[in-house]
């Protein structure tokens, strides 16, 4: 598998995943669960998503993507916003990590609703990013790649 095709299946993956999270914000705002931590939501699960498969699939871009394009002449604002969108989902994802891994009850109104706008941006910024990556960074790749090949 080439490494585009890579980014088109991670990409599918992460929306997978994204549909998930969407259920687990409903399980939180209906109550069905009351603690974030190992219970029915199998949030370890995606914070293990996040923290290793979302940041190696931004590492394929930023150390292979990125500067392959860069040489070929591409937009170099449109990467450095890629790049920008990558530091902000990594923040997010760690404010969300040190958010679950504080063990706190989201019984309290407050905590839950801001771990909700936390799931809530991650989904945001996620699903925004992939689909711009889809529709513009892959087929300038591609179109790089092709004319490389010739």
């Known amino acids: 598998m080439d490494v585009l095709e890579k980014l088109k299946q991670d990409h599918e993956n992460i929306k997978e995943k994204i549909s998930i999270l969407a259920e687990t914000i409903q399980k939180l705002e209906t109550g069905m669960v009351s603690y974030l931590k190992r219970e029915a939501i199998n ?89 711009k990556e889809d529709s513009k960074l892959i087929p300038l790749a591609q179109q790089v790649l092709r004319k490389e090949e010739k």
């Open 43 to 131: 949030i370890d699960e995606f914070l293990e998503f996040f923290r290793k498969f979302v940041d190696s699939h931004f590492k394929i871009e930023e150390e292979i993507i990125f500067p392959e394009l860069e040489k070929h002449g591409a937009d170099k604002k449109f990467l450095s916003s890629l790049l920008d969108e990558h530091k902000v989902i990594r923040e997010m994802i760690f404010k969300f990590q040190a958010t679950v891994e504080s063990g706190i009850n989201i019984e309290d109104e407050n905590t839950k609703k801001e771990i909700i706008r936390i799931i809530e941006l991650i989904i945001q910024k996620l699903s925004i990013h992939a689909e």
